[in-house]
T-cell receptor, first 113, second 115 residues
Framework: AQTVTQSQPEMSVQEAETVTLSCTYD???????LFWYKQPPSRQMILVIR??????QNATENRFSVNFQKAAKSFSLKISDSQLGDTAMYFC??????????FGKGTRLSVIA | DAGVIQSPRHEVTEMGQEVTLRCKPI?????LFWYRQTMMRGLELLIY????????DSGMPEDRFSAKMPNASFSTLKIQPSEPRDSAVYFC?????????????FGQGTRLTVV
């Protein structure tokens, strides 16, 4: 069974600074996908970034980037130039093709002015 | 497309009552998922469908929970009878892996409170 672990229940960062959220996963699959979702207080689940396991290049989306270490089964999210609107719960998630997403427990990020 | 649409957004009911949550997936998506979110357990998969057929319902907590997908554009999650421990946010999500991406698109969730 696949598992996703987020070891940081809460984090905080000063506005304009950089923060990194950690995620590790366990799977025996060779082809899979990793995601970071953001859940603001509105509770909408918003996809932030995705990474295909077969791609060696780390994904980036504007201020968001990942550090994907396949051998270590690690998938961290870096948020640069943090903004107040980045305050939210962040969930790391995994799936293998057509299987449902498996989520970590989440990290609550607070951006402080 | 309007995205995944769930109704109601909030539901307050008394213990023992029947509750029905509704979901309209994104048109063309062939997978539909029901998740439950609580503080203690995070996001848990309850059941998912492919082309309207239930594929895995092992996450459904007990026989009080049932889900149907009578057609490609509608699904329901029913709890009968409801109990206070069912209080949670219930999410519906849909996806279409054949598009080349496998992420799920979520509705805004239904916050259920059973008193």
């Amino acid at each position: 069974a696949q598992t996703v672990t987020q070891s940081q229940p809460e984090m905080s960062v000063q506005e304009a600074e950089t923060v990194t959220l950690s995620c590790t996963y366990d799977t025996s699959e060779s082809n899979y996908y990793l995601f970071w979702y953001k859940q603001p207080p509105s509770r909408q689940m918003i996809l932030v970034i995705r990474q295909e396991a077969y791609k060696q290049q780390n994904a980036t989306e504007n201020r968001f980037s990942v550090n994907f270490q396949k051998a270590a089964k690690s998938f961290s999210l870096k948020i640069s130039d943090s903004q107040l609107g980045d305050t939210a719960m962040y969930f790391c998630a995994f799936n293998a093709g057509n299987t449902p997403l498996v989520f970590g427990k989440g990290t609550r990020l607070s951006v402080i002015a | 497309d309007a995205g995944v649409i769930q109704s109601p957004r909030h539901e307050v009911t008394e213990m023992g009552q029947e509750v029905t949550l509704r979901c309209k997936p994104i048109s063309g998506h062939d997978y539909l998922f029901w998740y439950r979110q609580t503080m203690m357990r995070g996001l848990e998969l309850l059941i998912y469908f492919n082309n309207n057929v239930p594929i895995d319902d092992s996450g459904m907590p007990e026989d009080r929970f049932s889900a149907k997908m009578p057609n490609a554009s509608f699904s329901t999650l029913k709890i009968q009878p409801s109990e206070p421990r069912d209080s949670a946010v219930y999410f519906c999500a849909s996806s279409t892996p054949t598009s080349g991406t496998t992420e799920a698109f979520f509705g805004q969730g239904t916050r259920l409170t059973v008193v």
